[in-house]
Every structure is written in C-alpha cells, then in structure tokens.
C-alpha cells in the first residue's frame, strides 16, 4: 500500500493507493481519490474510440459517497447531483476593454528575416501566473515570428505589462533566445528546491526523433525540460523526451501528483474523415525528469474532437484537437480545447480558425465537454487581433477578486505572412466559478445532492439571488432532514455574492456533521446556484486549487478564503 499524499502550501491532500507498475503503465490501483472516484484498474486507461464522444466512467457510476474536502464544488455536470429541477446554464468570459493588453512594440519582436517574418506577442501556450513572493502578474510570451524568442514581462495589475531589459540578451526581455516551438512556463510553488521554482518544458525539432517520427505519424520532436529560480535565468536542458509533435503542452496534476505530457499526434480511424487529424497522447512523470524517454505509441491515445465539435467548413475539413493545456481548478482539472473549425484561408490571407473551448475532468483523464460552443472564439473582424487563432495559455486562469482572468493568444494575420504573424495577447473575464450555474425562475426549484461527506465546519455558497432567495437543509443518505438543519430554519440568502455563508437559526456550524454521509438540497427561487463548499473556519477559505493563483493567495491553494 502507498501513501499518494498532495502537496500543498497550506495542508495536504492524502490517499491510500495500490500500485503495482508493469512496463511503466499502471496496471492495478485500488483505494479512493480525493473526491471519492476509484481509479480504473489500469492507468492510464486505453480506451478512447476516435470521433466518438467518450462519457466519464465517474459520471456513469459515481461513489457511493463524495468527499467535498477539496475545493469548491462545482455543477458543470451532473456528478454532484442525486436530483433537481432547475436548469443548467454555460457561461461564457467576456473580453476584457483593453484587449490586447500585450502586443508587438519592440524592435526584437518583429525582426524581418525572409519568408517567417512578422510581429508576434502571443504566449505559445507560455504562461501567464501570479508570483506571491513578489506581489506581480507574470507573463512568458513568444515573439517574432521568425526566431521565437520566449520573452518575459510583468504586471502590477494584470492589465498594463510591462517589458523590462533585462541581461539574458542585454538590452531585451528575452529570457531564451530562439525558443523555437510551443512551450509552457509553470510556476511550481511546491518544489522545495528553490532553483526549480519554475518550470519550461520546449518542444524542438529532434534529428535523433526524426527517424522514429516517420514511423509515428510525422512526429519529428521531443520536448525539453529547463529550470529556473526567477523564470529569466533558465538552466541547460535537464531532461529530454521522447518523439511527438510539433504544438504540445504540460501541466502539473495535483491531485494526482503527476506531471502530465499533452502530446501532439496525428491519426487516421475517424470516421467520415479521410486524413488524419491532430489528437492527443498522454504521457505522466513524478518530476519531468524520470520516466520522460516513452517510445513510439508508448503514450496512449488521449483526447480529441469528434463527431459534436463544429467545423467551420463542413463536409470539407474535420474540426481537429489542435492543443489541450490544463489546470487544477477548486475541485476538478479545467481543460482548455484549441478546436480547430477551418484551416487558414488563403484568399482572404485570415490565419487558422482555433478557438477555445472548455472541458472538465474529475479523474485527471476523462474529459467532460457538455458545451461545445466556443468558450473563448474569433472575431470576425478582419482588423481585430484575434481575427483567428485563438489560443489558451500555460496555467490557464487566474482568481482575481471575483473573477476569472482567461489569458490567450490571438492572430490578426500580418500580410503576406499570415499565421502566427500579427501575434497578440487578449484578456477575458467571468465571474469565479462561474463555469455552469443551476437556476430556478419565479417558481421555487430543489437540488439534492448525493452523499458527501466533509470535514469543515461553514456551508459556502456562489450564489446570485438578487431578485429571489436561497435556502439550504441537510438530510440523511435516506433522505430524512436533519434537525436543525431544516429548510425553515435557514436564513435565506438575497445577495450577489462568490462567497456567501448559509446560516440556521441556534446553529453555530456544521461541526456535528463532520465525517457522516450526507446531502444537502438546496432551494432556490429566481435565482443562480454556481457552486458549494464546506469550509474549515469562517473566511471561506475552500482548501481547492486557484489555477494559476491571484492576489491574497499564499500559494497553490485557497487558504484566505474572503480575508
């Protein structure tokens, strides 16, 4: 039996698993996760069916009970959910007045070099974080079209950058030369080791993978691995892996404590579809240095768009998964989906059609997609930055207050050279947690949840009910009330709030409650329910992860709460 314990600034998240690794693919693992779900048997698992929508085995046969210790928990599915009458609706971020709030203006940002000339200011996914050491908004982008350097700039608030000289390349804000490719930068606040504080992974043309990419599929890279105590001074390579394509991604997975590898691949086997298309392979690691050299068709098929996504162009160009980055997010892993809906038009010189879409995952490897429509897309503008080519970035959100801070790429095209050229970074906003929300109109509505189990003491809600009212009760798994934790008893929530506390009347907290199965419904009138928590003390603090962290956060996790 292992111990898979979580770290965290803060606290730590600890499960008891069985593992028994053959060939470097799990191949047993018992005992539950942090929110209850049992793994399968062999991890990961080998069984996705291309151009087929694939549903979480978590959301066919939830557990039994749900531990909802971690997090805020969120409706964007049915997983929490024994019953209800209210209806879902999907939300989407708006584009922040000052988009683009970074763009190319420095001479080595549109250097003219022949055909790969252009200005470009764009993260490739890069990354976009908040660094509490130093109070900053942190941003690694690539520019130039041609030689790509990987720059780096820093805000005081989010929104107005700035690009520091700096001694990399004297005189820029270049903190890699030539980076070449798609990359991430991740700030890891848990490694004890302070010179690898930050993380780069770079994918690279590979003359050793070169052979063995004729034989997979076209894939002629590897990704790299480089350290760094400050993201601008970054190590030699530390670690290599083995063959994929040329627009991959990581993300760390801290639930799991994996390290996972978004692979670019290409397949055929869908079906309607006569070429192949862009998909993923997954790939996990411990430290992004041990167990990275995988074989040819080692990685497993992962994800990809299928027969729901939309193309731009029907009967013409199959939409494709172009690049997946993620992130922990509260409770779950955020996935965000590059769908590629139509390849780049020359007639009208606009770049590529991607646009992002968003998934959820509660297990770290099922996605559940349940809207389709883009979450950020294009404008169909020709003189807007993000005529096309929308693109998510490394660490995929930022909690800001009371609103999620979606960075992207964007390409406006710079004619003749189209593409990547023209380059730039737009914000999007939306309310936290504001994913999905349950909603009930003039008439009362319920939601019962289904068994959960928590060890707080203070009920939270996300909650809009303005115009109406919110109550709360708890009941037994049989369904019976629990005094005094009646509906009657419960004063009604008439707020706006991303943090509000439900109270009972002569009820200090849920303490008495702590470790016994239960469900909680909720009742609502004219109102939106986001999400729910129980919180160990009275500021709210969730103990879930906030992606790519905000202002008042110690670290990777919520432990401010409102404070």
Not at 163 to 173: A, C, G, Q
Not at 196 to 219: I, M, T
Not at 437 to 461: D, I, Q, Y
Not at 481 to 506: L, M, N, S, Y
């Amino acid at each position: 039996m292992q111990s898979q314990t979580v770290r965290t600034r803060g606290g730590t998240i600890e499960a008891a698993v069985l593992l028994l690794v053959v060939g470097g693919t799990i191949v047993a693992a018992a005992g539950p996760a942090y929110n209850g779900i049992v793994l399968p048997a062999e991890w990961p698992p080998k069984d996705a069916a291309l151009g087929q929508e694939v549903q979480p085995p978590y959301l066919q046969s939830p557990p039994e009970v749900i531990s909802i210790d971690v997090g805020r928990q969120l409706f964007v599915d049915d997983f929490l959910i024994e019953q209800t009458s209210m209806t879902r609706a999907f939300h989407k971020p708006q584009w922040h007045p000052a988009s683009p709030v970074l763009k190319p203006d420095r001479p080595w940002e549109q250097t003219a070099h022949g055909e790969r000339e252009g200005p470009m200011a764009m993260p490739f996914s890069g990354g976009v974080w908040y660094d509490p050491a130093d109070g900053l908004f942190k941003m690694w982008y690539l520019a130039d079209y041609g030689n790509r350097h990987l720059c780096y700039a820093a805000s005081k608030d989010g929104i107005a950058w700035e690009k520091p000289l700096l001694d990399v390349v004297p005189e820029t804000n270049i903190v890699f030369p030539s980076a070449e490719g798609a990359s991430v930068v991740w700030l890891d606040l848990d490694d004890s080791n302070p010179e690898r504080r930050f993380k780069f992974v770079l994918s690279r043309v590979d003359p050793g993978a070169v052979e063995a990419g004729v034989k997979w599929n076209g894939a002629l890279c590897s990704m790299r691995v480089h350290f760094s105590p400050d993201g601008i001074h970054w190590s030699s390579e530390m670690a290599k892996t083995g063959p994929c394509g040329d627009r991959n991604s990581a993300f760390w997975n801290p639930f799991r404590k994996q390290w996972v590898f978004s692979i670019r691949h290409y397949t055929g086997g869908v079906p309607g579809v006569s070429h192949a298309v862009r998909c993923r392979r997954y790939w996990e690691s411990p430290d992004l240095i041990t167990n990275t050299l995988w074989k040819p068709d080692e990685p497993v098929l992962w994800t990809f768009a299928d027969a729901r996504d939309v193309s731009r162009s029907p009967g013409q160009v199959a939409p494709e998964l172009y690049n997946l980055d993620a992130v922990a997010y509260e409770s779950l892993m955020l996935g965000f989906f590059s769908i590629q809906r139509a390849i780049a038009d020359m007639e009208k010189m606009r770049p590529k059609i991607n646009e992002v879409c968003v998934g959820f995952s509660r297990d770290g490897f099922h996605w559940s997609r349940p809207d389709r429509t883009s979450f950020i897309p294009v404008s169909e503008n020709s003189d807007d930055w993000n005529w096309g080519n929308v693109q998510s970035v490394g660490g995929g959100c930022l909690v800001v207050g009371d609103e999620l801070r979606f960075y992207v790429s964007g390409r406006r095209g710079d004619p003749p050279h189209f593409q990547d050229a023209g380059g730039s970074t737009g914000l999007a906003v939306m309310r936290r947690d504001g994913f999905a929300s349950m909603e009930a109109g003039s008439s009362s509505a319920a939601l019962t949840t289904r068994p959960v189990r928590f060890s707080g003491k203070h009920l939270f809600v996300n909650v809009d009910t303005r115009e109406g009212e919110l109550k709360a009760e708890v009941l037994d798994v049989d369904g019976n009330i629990i005094a005094p934790f009646a509906a009657p008893a419960c004063v009604p929530i008439q707020k706006d709030a991303t943090a509000c506390e439900v109270r009972w009347d002569g009820v200090e907290d849920l303490s008495g409650l702590s470790d016994r199965p239960v469900r909680i419904r909720f009742n609502l009138r004219q109102g939106k329910l986001y999400a729910f928590w129980v919180s160990p003390d009275s500021s709210g603090a969730s103990r879930g992860y906030v992606a790519a962290g905000g202002p008042g956060f110690l670290g990777a996790i919520d432990t401010t709460g409102r404070k």
